[in-house]
């Protein structure tokens, strides 16, 4: 299946799935980065603008560049958009949380903090206006349990579940490539494209520096052993360029297994093979 085959069939998979719920508008937050706008891409396609409102939900540590980046993905696919700030709600949760954390409120717990008020935010739109919220999260994160349960895996389908994080990219370039040949605007903006993928739940935060691990790596790796059955010694003895030793490559796969509880909580998402 190629890019824009794997790009039509989450498209269809969403739709389908907010059919059959009896949903005809969904929501999402939309952060400015890739995955989002992505996701923001597909909503559009599946159900029409009108039909996709999308929240902007900026915390703490949100940059302004994703705050316009993410205003720009509105408007280029005409999607309703509004800014809610999550920072007077965490300020409120930190304040109440520092004492039964130790006397400051920080790390791991500050972090999934704000994903979960991002989140309860959405899910009281959710709930006030009937529109299903869809999930923007990609397989690569889903498998290394770099993500917030009940925060950021919240929604009710994911058209990128089962997309690793660098055939989102590759739908992205698909996507846009297909605009401009009909002569539209592409809907996911350069800057999105080459921009480090950061959550933003902490100063200067990058997504690679925080797995340890650059994506291309990881998938070459998620994709070698989960999905073509290879072993880290086979990985580790082959020639995909950026695999790294067998005992790094180990410690990766038990990660993944480990974290098969918080997989376990990810909504659904489309069926379709992408491999094999």
Known sequence: ??????????????????????????LLGLSGGLDSAVVAAMCADAFGSGNVHAYLLPGPYSTDHSIA???EEADILGISSQVI????????????????CGGTFDGMASQ?????CRM????????????????????????????TLYGDTAGAFAPLGGLYKTDVYAVARARNARAAAEGGTPPIPQHVL?????????????????????????????????????????????????IRSEMEIAAIIRRVDGNAFKRALEPPFPGAAFYG
């Open 194 to 242: 080459t921009k480090p993928p950061s959550a933003e739940l902490a100063p200067g935060q990058r997504d690679e520096v925080s797995l340890g691990i650059d994506y291309g790596t990881l998938d070459n790796i998620l994709i070698g052993h989960y999905e073509t059955g290879l072993s880290a010694a086979e990985l580790a003895e082959g020639s995909l360029s950026g």
């Open 69 to 71: 980046d993410a205003q």
């Open 120 to 147: 309860v935010c959405l899910m009281a739109l959710s709930n006030r206006y009937g529109w299903m919220l869809v999930n923007t999260g990609n397989k690569s994160e889903a498998m290394m349990g770099y993500s």
């Open 85 to 100: 700030s999550i920072k007077e709600p965490y300020e409120a949760f930190s304040r109440v949380l520092a004492g039964p």
């Open 1 to 26: 299946m190629d890019s824009m085959q794997a790009y039509d069939a989450c498209v269809e998979a969403l739709a389908d799935f907010a059919r059959n719920a009896g949903f005809s508008a969904v």
């Open 112 to 116: 999934n903090t704000q994903a979960r």
